[in-house]
């Protein structure tokens, strides 16, 4: 890997198109959407998505935009509601994404219109996480039965996606310890509690890293994540630099592959 890769928006686009776009992404912890209304909204990889449980229990995941004028319709990381209401001009959803309402001034002609209703994604749960995909019908993985979930602690980084990604993977293999889910969900067990670090890029510089915990409480990992986001934040200042990212692990050689798969695949044909 280039260190502009870490650094500059180019690569980021591409990840976007090349990555994002096609596979399988975590959205949230299945137990962050607990109770009806419950919802969590995330941009992934410059995909600005949120779901929410219905009052009938299921759970969909949506484009986070307004059929109005395409405007962000949920603007908290996480919250409780009942409807959701766009801030710009008004546009009002239900918690299955149907349109509910509209200012007489900016209300649709046809309000019967099914092109009213928010875009759902192709969405499941599986082992405690809620996975989607823009392309596709998702392919989760499965690390069998989970201990209670114990909560689900968030931290903003300032690093370039891979940056995260490569330092989660880089003192692990594969073994029945931990699995990694290509791109974004790294799995850790270790004897009753199970981790799940999610990566969330938000921009090329800005990732969230979402701990959701099963067997424990999600605040015995603090600081470990606090850990994690020095060394991320060191390491990407390193990239700015110039200095590239040293030889990895199995794990991470295979990572750089699939990116350099992906970055191929991007490139107009000549």
Known sequence: MKSEDYSQGDAFQAEKRAVFSTETLPLCAEGQLARPGDFVSATVGGWSVFAARDKEGSVRVLRNAC????????GTPAGNCETFRCRFH????????????????????????????LASLPSVIASGVVFFSLAAPPAPIDVGTLPAFGGTLVTDIACNWKVLVEHLLAEH????????????????????????????????????????VFGAKADDTKQAAATIKHVCETLQA??????PAADGTLLVDDFHHRLAEAYAQDRPAT
């Open 238 to 243: 390193d990239r700015a630099g110039g200095k």
């Open 90 to 117: 008004g546009w009002t959803y239900d918690l299955q994404g149907r349109f509910v309402s509209a200012p007489p001034p900016v209300a649709p002609k046809d309000l019967q219109s099914p092109d009213l209703h």
């Open 67 to 74: 059929r109005h004028q395409n405007m962000q319709v949920v």
């Open 173 to 212: 293999t594969p073994s029945a310890d931990f699995t990694w889910a290509w791109p974004l969900l790294m799995v850790r067990r270790a004897g009753a509690v199970t981790v799940m670090e999610q990566v969330v890029p938000h921009t090329f510089l800005r990732t969230r890293l979402f701990t959701h």
